[in-house]
């Protein structure tokens, strides 16, 4: 069960059990199950590290706009 006092707590659960899911099936289907396994969980955390990246990117554009229209202090 997914509980937590956050937004992003229950969202890091509940990503972390459907990964888990979809590992399973992958692996119950699967003939070679654990290098399938092995290769959907490197892909998810691939296309999650792609994720995190561009929101980095998009908070840094952000904070700079924000910082040359006078809206947020230098250097935050």
């Known amino acids: 069960m997914c509980v937590g006092s956050s937004v992003a707590e229950w969202l890091a659960?509940?990503?972390r059990r459907r990964r888990a899911g979809v590992q399973l099936a992958v692996?119950?289907?699967s003939g070679?199950?654990?290098r399938?396994?092995?290769h959907t969980h490197r892909a998810s955390v691939?296309?999650?590290a792609k994720l995190v990246a561009a929101l980095l990117r998009v908070?840094?554009?952000t904070a700079g706009l924000a910082e040359s229209n006078g809206n947020l202090l230098p250097g935050l």
């Open 32 to 34: 070679n199950s654990l």
């Open 59 to 61: 908070v840094r554009i």
């Open 27 to 29: 692996a119950i289907l």
């Open 13 to 15: 659960c509940w990503t």
């Open 36 to 38: 399938q396994t092995a």
């Open 46 to 48: 691939h296309q999650s």
